[in-house]
């Protein structure tokens, strides 16, 4: 819904709404006050776009610094340095920040992978479970008794997944809605454990982070770099 709101309302109102909502701004740090539909639209795209700024990882950020530019562009003054020095000053700044957020990924990917390797390798001696050249490990839970997809067969399934520590990210049965996708558009671990499987079977998955998301998890996923995933699967149908 945040993403909606953000694609659509601010781009439109955003210009016109905040010129009034900086006519009267007084304290950032004081209550919110809801007399008017204004009133709550205005809320409403500062709380938007602050949460586009908590996403960035933008520590110390300074409301009012923030509020004279909005109210100088707003009021078609003039900035304090030129357009030129504010695109320099935000490049620079995003280059910093993805620099330190890759120092973090690292980081959190050396911490995964000596937990990765203890469960994976005392997962593999399980007589249950089978590993697969590419590292791959399942776990039959129910055999099927139709045909097997290939790498470009769209499928149908129901899943779980989850992580070592047992946390759920994922799952179309909470959804109570089956996906459907094709195989060679899913991370590899998906793509080649559903080879394995007939129509009707479910199996378990253990898929190392490079056959998972590696060290790039989906944003604002639990799923840290280097993590492991464990997906319980149910091939539904192969749709073509």
Known sequence: ?????????????????????????????????????????????????????????????????????????????????????????????????????????????????AEADRFLSENAERDEVTVTDSGLQYRVIEEGEGVRPDEESRVRVHYRGTLIDGEEFDSSYSREEPAEFPLNQVIPGWTEGLQLMSEGAKYEFFIPAELGYGNNPPPGSPIEPGAVLIFEVELLSILD
């Open 1 to 113: 819904m945040k993403k909606a709101l953000k694609q659509t309302l601010l781009p439109l109102l955003f210009l016109s709404l905040m010129a009034t909502a900086c006519q009267d701004s007084g304290d950032l740090g004081g209550s919110a006050e809801f007399r008017t539909t204004i009133d709550s639209v205005s809320y409403s795209l500062g709380y938007y776009y602050g949460t586009s700024i908590a996403d960035e990882g933008i520590e110390d950020f300074n409301y009012s610094n923030f509020l004279s530019g909005l109210r100088t562009a707003v009021e078609s003054g003039d900035p304090v340095f030129d357009e030129m020095a504010m695109q320099g000053a935000l490049q620079n700044f995003q280059e910093d920040l993805q620099a330190e957020q890759q120092r973090r990924r690292m980081e959190q990917s050396e911490a995964n992978a």
